[in-house]
């Protein structure tokens, strides 16, 4: 599952209602209805099918009639403090977006181990960056960093 993490403000923009009416998901993790980019691409299930979506999603340009529903792309919707309000993957996306000074869309998906038996945890991340040449951190560390921004210098 390839999902796209933006904030609500976009996700009203675009029509993306809530997948469900009652969340039930553990991490009240905020998916909306499934979406395909409508021009230029096929069936939606293909790599540059869904690239073509995310990139619509994370474009500016892009309206709710830019997308077809369902689709094969997931937006969730973050919350609206980011990972101090709600200590998720989708808010730490949406929070980094922003701190780049770029459109507040981050795709994320999880990476599987070697054998595609579960997901990769941290000992296992930590090995996969570095072996690729990738940052690591972690959900916590962004939250410090955010709260160092609010934070007035010692004088």
Request: net charge negative; with cysteine; aromatic share 4%.
């Amino acid at each position: 599952v390839i999902c796209c993490a933006v904030d609500r403000a976009r996700a009203d923009l675009l029509a993306l209602p809530p997948m469900v009416q009652d969340n039930q998901d553990a991490k009240c993790t905020a998916f909306t209805v499934s979406v395909d980019l409508k021009d230029g691409t096929s069936t939606g299930i293909s790599a540059a099918d869904r690239a073509a979506t995310l990139k619509a999603l994370a474009s500016p340009d892009a309206t709710a009639a830019s997308f077809t529903r369902p689709g094969h792309i997931f937006p969730l919707t973050a919350v609206e403090g980011g990972v101090l309000e709600r200590e998720g993957h989708t808010e730490a996306s949406v929070d980094l977006c922003k701190l780049a000074g770029s459109f507040p869309a981050g795709v994320l998906c999880e990476i599987v181990t070697d054998d595609a038996s579960e997901m990769m945890r941290t000992p296992e991340l930590i090995e996969f960056s570095k072996q690729h040449g990738l940052v690591l951190t972690s959900i916590q560390d962004l939250r410090l960093y955010i709260k160092s921004l609010a934070s007035p210098s010692p004088a």
